[in-house]
């Protein structure tokens, strides 16, 4: 029997909905305690679950270790669909080295609204997006953000230009504080800078600079963001600019030429440079980090130096204006940070989840993740940590498919 007061009144009220038409306050109670991939299938499974992107921006898990994203977009007949493959690999924590990646389908198969991700370069991550760039006909390019979280796609205004080097974001494109930066190559002494805004109102059209850099400056290699700043690298240890973004003003950097202003051992600018090998620019915890790759096969300051690859860590002593050895070349001193190093690049601080990838380089060549690890003692910089003798948290790629490192949601 139904109990009822005094009035004959039920005491209680139950309303029955069908499960496609949730209150939305008790699908994101929902949403708050599944995982970031497992979300992606709650959105697909009715019209009705598909909660609005901003009520579920700020909802996910604080887990700082990066995801890897793999993917392929390619033309079909139809001029309306693409073939689509995107999927997303969590960081293999919790089981054996010998176990499979946990993946999750984005999207597969014959796919509208993605004709502009064929031949589209993925340029930064941040914040569970990605920045992607593709070259247009008639000497512009395209760039636009995607999330393959919440399969969000944010389109940015045609970019009229030839050619550029790199491109980068300041914050979640979300944010009307975002910032995109584009550079373009120095030629006859100037360089030109394209600059959006995200949250600018009405206005949707990119804003040009054109500076003066040294003639002999060749192109940019990396650029980061950092306290309201643009920091581009030219490949060289002398070769630093800012661009700030609220006064507009670009500043060249009077960098010293060698890493090491005091110790005993130097490199010379010349020789580490001379083979142009990839070099990246990155934040860390309020200082600039410079990490360059090197190799056996183009260059080693270590005579008879057999080792694969090496990777060389400097940190920006804004005191002396000069670069010097992050701990001694050593990633040691990223202070139980990693770094994660490929198309996309970033750092996350240490604690936590993150103590398994402490103190690493991570590098995906050629589909394969290779991780570096000082050796004791060793001034000379981050070696490859052999696989059978390191904790594995990422997997080869599938082959076929493009793979970058992908900043978690909130990270």
Avoid at 20 to 46: T, W, Y
Avoid at 240 to 269: C, R
Wanted: hydrophobic share 35%.
């Amino acid at each position: 029997m139904a109990a009822v007061n005094g009035e004959g009144i039920s005491l209680y009220s139950t309303e029955v909905r069908p499960w496609s038409n949730l209150p939305e306050e008790i699908l994101v109670l929902v949403v708050k305690r599944i995982l970031i991939c497992d979300r992606i299938r709650f959105r697909a499974v009715c019209k009705g679950w598909r909660l609005p992107v901003d009520l579920i921006q700020g909802l996910f898990p604080i887990p700082k270790l990066p995801w890897t994203m793999e993917y392929m977009w390619k033309k079909t007949a139809d001029p309306d669909r693409t073939l689509s493959i995107c999927k997303l690999c969590e960081p293999d924590l919790h089981r054996s080295s010998g176990s499979g990646p946990r993946s999750y389908i984005v999207e597969t198969g014959m796919v509208e609204g993605r004709s502009n991700f064929v031949d589209a370069e993925a340029c930064a991550s941040r914040e569970g997006w990605v920045l992607f760039s593709k070259k247009e006909a008639k000497g512009s390019w395209l760039f636009f953000f995607f999330s393959p979280f919440i399969k969000q796609v944010i389109s940015l205004p045609r970019l009229e230009s030839v050619s550029y080097e790199v491109a980068t974001f300041s914050s979640s494109p979300t944010s009307p504080d975002c910032v995109v930066f584009v550079a373009h190559p120095p030629e006859s002494g100037k360089i030109r800078i394209s600059v959006y805004h995200r949250g600018c109102g009405d206005d949707k059209t990119w804003n040009i600079y054109v500076f003066d850099v040294p003639d002999y400056w060749r192109s940019m290699e990396s650029v980061a963001y950092m306290g309201g700043s643009f920091y581009c690298h030219f490949g060289c240890f002398s070769a630093l600019t800012s661009f700030n973004i609220a006064n507009q003003e670009w500043q060249q950097i009077g960098i010293t030429y060698h890493p090491n202003y005091n110790d005993d051992w130097i490199i010379d600018e010349g020789d580490l440079f001379s083979y142009r090998n990839p070099n990246y620019l990155l934040e860390c915890e309020g200082e600039l980090l410079l990490a360059y790759a090197a190799s056996k096969i183009n260059f080693s300051p270590i005579e008879g130096h057999l080792d694969d690859e090496l990777f060389y860590l400097f940190s920006l002593d804004w005191k002396r204006k000069a670069w010097h050895w992050k701990n001694g070349g050593s990633v040691n001193g990223l202070g139980g940070a990693a770094i994660f190093i490929g198309k996309t690049s970033f750092w996350i601080s240490g604690g936590g989840e993150t103590e398994i990838v402490a103190n690493r380089v991570h590098h995906y060549s050629h589909g394969i993740p290779k991780f570096f690890l000082s050796v004791e003692n060793s001034p000379y910089g981050a070696r490859e940590e052999k696989r059978e003798k390191c904790k594995l948290c990422y997997h080869p790629c599938t082959e076929g498919l493009q793979t970058i490192w992908i900043a978690p949601p909130g990270g």
